[in-house]
């Protein structure tokens, strides 16, 4: 049994971040086999990580196109065995997880049935890890293109704020509206203030709105200092000292979705 967990939402508010701390979390945790699919073309995902990316599933899908049209080989029923031993050449694999980066779309208007085997074989693949966690880039419109397994956990990540959170409400009814099979939904609010002067570190008009909606908040990730001078300094996430506020949202994120 796999257990997939995707990231998605409005650009900038933490997706790669929650996305590479419970991958390490799970990873210190021993739950291996993990697999982190970074599913933004931007990919950096590596980075948060700290591990190298010499090549994506994109690189690998246009090697193929061009050596077809070089060749004139005909991408035949061979092509699902072609494109699985490749595929596992993009396969970064680290100690404690394997990371596999998706890398450009294809061109517009591009029909291309190489995608559609791509997706089968990385699904295939993604079947004999117990956990993929996915990264993917902002929006919601791409997910479907990314994917077709079922997605365990479906989190949305936003900023404590109301049009982070109207955002959010809008994701939530496109993912049902895109036929992605999510089984649950979570919203995950990061960058959360600590409470000053009797202040709610979520402010009532935000909580309001959270209360309306069909999606249950089930993380509050602090906002962390260390973050933002790990992202600017290039040191990986996973660095991160043990008590680290963001490390300790995301393990309790974590233990929510995970055991409830
Ligand atoms: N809890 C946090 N505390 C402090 N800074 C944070 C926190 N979470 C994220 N950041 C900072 O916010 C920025 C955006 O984070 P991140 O890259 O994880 O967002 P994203 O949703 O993946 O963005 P994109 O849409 O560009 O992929 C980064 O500079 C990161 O350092
Ligand atoms: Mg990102």
Redesign the pocket.
């Known amino acids: 049994m796999t257990t997939t967990i995707a990231l998605a939402?409005k650009?900038?508010?933490?997706?790669?971040?929650v996305a590479a701390l419970l991958i390490d979390i799970l990873a210190k945790r021993g739950a291996y086999p993990i697999l982190a699919i970074d599913a933004?073309p931007s990919s950096n995902l590596n980075l948060a990580l700290g591990v190298p990316l010499t090549k994506t599933v994109g690189d690998i899908r246009e090697d193929l196109l061009a050596e077809v049209q070089r060749t004139q080989m005909a991408l035949g029923v061979a092509q699902r065995d072609l494109l699985d031993v490749r595929v596992r050449m993009a396969v970064e694999e680290g100690d404690s997880f394997d990371l596999v980066a998706m890398g450009r779309p294809e061109g517009p208007g591009c029909y291309c049935p190489v995608n559609h085997t791509l997706r089968q074989v990385i699904d295939l693949m993604a079947e004999s890890y117990a956990y993929v966690v996915m990264d993917n880039?902002?929006g919601m419109e791409h997910l479907s293109r990314r994917t077709t397994r079922d997605v365990d956990w479906l989190l949305l990540?936003s900023d404590p704020t109301v049009r982070g959170v109207t955002a959010v409400g809008h994701m939530a009814a496109l993912a049902d509206s895109l036929g992605i099979a999510v089984k649950r939904k979570g919203i995950v609010l990061?960058?959360v203030q600590p409470a000053q002067n009797g202040d709610r570190p979520i402010p009532p008009t935000v909580q309001a709105m959270l209360d309306r909606l069909a999606v249950p908040v089930v993380g509050l990730?602090?906002?962390?200092?260390l973050?933002?001078r790990y992202?600017a300094e290039g040191r990986p996430l996973s660095h991160l000292p043990p008590d680290s506020p963001?490390r300790r949202g995301v393990a309790a994120l974590l233990d929510r979705i995970l055991f409830g």
């Open positions: 939402g650009g900038g508010t933490g997706k790669t971040t933004d880039e902002a990540t990061n960058r990730i602090p906002d962390d200092p973050v933002g992202d963001a």
